[in-house]
């Protein structure tokens, strides 16, 4: 009973978890991704980007650039205007302008794997095995499947002006460029010294010694396994190294479509006509050599 007074009156305050129950105004800018797929890092880019004078760090992101997850109703309601805020939220059609950052399924679900044994999320003893079956069955996440989430935005919204898809290995491979690209997205106006500045001030390394200074301070890493990196390799292409072959070809034959329209190259080890959905034409896969 006392609970139910105490979330009562915490409601009535705006104290409670906004989560995805908050007010949205048509002038709000979201970061949205699915889990893993780099979305902390483009936080750190953009918050350096838009306050460079600020020591942007673990400790201090959810203020710059909050996550409504994790914040109260009347903390999001009280932030200045216009609001750039993350989201891990499937399309959600409140949502009227939007970065959506992509990555290739099967780097996020080595990275998705690793967070959950550091979150605790899952047990110690699941194999990488068990846990990419659950992960292509949308089981690892509320938030469903990597294939769901991504298509749930690219189909709704993929060639409207106030949405911009961003791969995370574009934006890895060419920084400043991809992230001079936000910058004029958000209407942000960054020469190249401010855009490398930003850029420098989110690599890995340095969220990398950010994490081991401010863990504790960040719902991300707070009470969790500290021998378990929040900010790993940092790369692309490491599930080659990672995945057993037959692990790629199941997460390949269940979302090739999706995979194939945003220019990830499938292995093709077993990618033909008895392996493909029946609805896909083999000729349209695009194979590596």
């Known amino acids: 009973m006392l609970g139910q007074i105490k979330y009562a009156v915490k409601t009535l ?46 400790a201090n992101i959810n203020q710059l650039l909050p996550a409504p997850g994790v914040l109260s109703k009347r903390f999001l309601k009280k932030l200045p205007r216009p609001r750039i805020m993350k989201s891990h939220e499937p399309f959600d059609v409140r949502f009227r302008k939007v970065i959506y950052l992509v990555r290739d399924p099967r780097d996020v679900a080595i990275s998705e794997y690793h967070f959950d044994l550091k979150k605790r999320y899952i047990a110690s003893d699941v194999s990488l ?34 949405f911009l898809l961003v791969r995370y290995e574009d934006l890895l491979a060419d920084p400043i460029g991809e992230t001079a690209k936000i910058a004029e997205f958000l209407g942000i106006k960054a020469d190249e010294q401010r855009l490398k500045a930003g850029v420098e001030r989110s690599s890995a390394d340095r969220m990398r010694q950010l994490e081991q200074q401010q863990a504790d301070q960040w719902t991300g890493t707070k009470d969790t396994r500290k021998e378990i990196p929040f900010v790993r390799a940092a790369k692309s292409g490491g599930w080659k190294d990672s995945l057993p072959p037959h692990l790629v070809e199941e997460i390949e034959v269940a979302w090739f479509p999706l995979m194939n329209f945003l ?17 896909v034409k083999t000729d349209q896969v695009r194979l590596t050599k």
């Not at 949205?24 to 699915?34: A, K, R």
């Not at 769901?148 to 002006?161: D, F, L, V």
């Not at 220019?263 to 609805?279: H, N, V």
């Open 13 to 58: 305050l705006g104290l409670d978890r906004a989560g995805n129950r908050f007010t949205v105004f048509p002038d709000d800018t979201f970061l949205v991704s699915y889990p893993k797929s780099g979305n902390t890092w483009v936080r750190f880019l953009l918050a350096n980007l838009i306050y460079p004078n600020e020591n942007v760090g673990f």
């Open 129 to 162: 095995e068990q846990f990419v079956k659950l992960f292509i069955a949308g089981e690892t996440s509320s938030y469903g499947s990597w294939w769901e989430h991504a298509a749930s935005w690219i189909g709704a919204r993929q060639g409207n002006p106030a």
């Open 263 to 279: 220019g990830y190259e499938l292995q093709g080890r077993e990618l033909d006509s008895k392996t493909m959905p029946a609805w």
